[in-house]
């Protein structure tokens, strides 16, 4: 499974970003990982195909929200309410199969990922 992020951008404080995660094939789950400069890679929500259920990182709750286009293989992270504290690469990740709830939050839960792109929130 190929995957393609965009959407990453320079925003200020308070500001939105939209990113987009286009699978190569229909997998079944999709995730955003980010990783911050000198700080480790975190979890900040993932989906599954079917049932569809969302997960978040408690830090983005509220602000953030994860969708999917089934049709496109496509995932989307509406992100609101940024704050410099979301300023970090983001990874766009997937799974080709079913996984237990506890892997889904956990990066070694996704066996494909793509390119990271980049998110900065001026304050």
């Known amino acids: 499974v190929q995957l393609q992020a965009s959407g990453g951008g320079l925003v200020t404080a308070g500001g939105s970003l939209r990113l987009s995660c286009v699978a190569s094939?229909?997998?079944?789950?999709m995730g955003w990982f980010r990783q911050a400069p000198g700080k480790e890679r975190e979890f900040v929500s993932a989906?599954?195909?079917?049932?569809?259920?969302?997960y978040y990182a408690d830090s983005v709750k509220g602000r953030f929200t994860i969708s999917r286009d089934s049709a496109s293989n496509t995932a989307y992270l509406q992100m609101n309410s940024l704050k410099p504290e979301d300023t970090a690469v983001y990874y766009c990740?997937?799974?080709?199969?079913?996984?237990?709830?506890?892997?889904?939050?956990?990066?070694?839960?996704?066996?494909?990922w793509g390119q990271g792109t980049l998110v900065t929130v001026s304050s």
């Open positions: 990740a997937a799974r080709y199969g079913r996984i237990i709830t506890s892997y889904m939050k956990r990066a070694e839960g996704y066996d494909h």
């Open positions: 094939e229909r997998t079944y789950s």
């Open positions: 989906v599954t195909l079917s049932p569809k259920i969302t």
